[in-house]
């Protein structure tokens, strides 16, 4: 199977490029939400350790 240049399929590198672009934008989301997440768990241990606690 040969190579193909990629500057000679625009319909590839279009596609590459579209797929590229949705990951970034996956991953900006996922930088967003991380933080929430890591407060909600720390909520959640600090009700479970006070239940602990008090129970």
Do not use: Y
Not at 9 to 36: C, F, M, N, W, Y
Not at 47 to 54: M, S
């Amino acid at each position: 199977m040969a190579w193909t240049d990629p500057r000679l399929d625009p319909e590839r590198s279009r596609r590459r490029l579209q797929i590229l672009a949705e990951l970034a934008g996956a991953r900006t989301v996922h930088k967003r939400e991380r933080p929430r997440r890591a407060r909600s768990e720390q909520l959640r241990q600090l009700i479970a350790t006070r239940r602990r606690v008090v129970g």
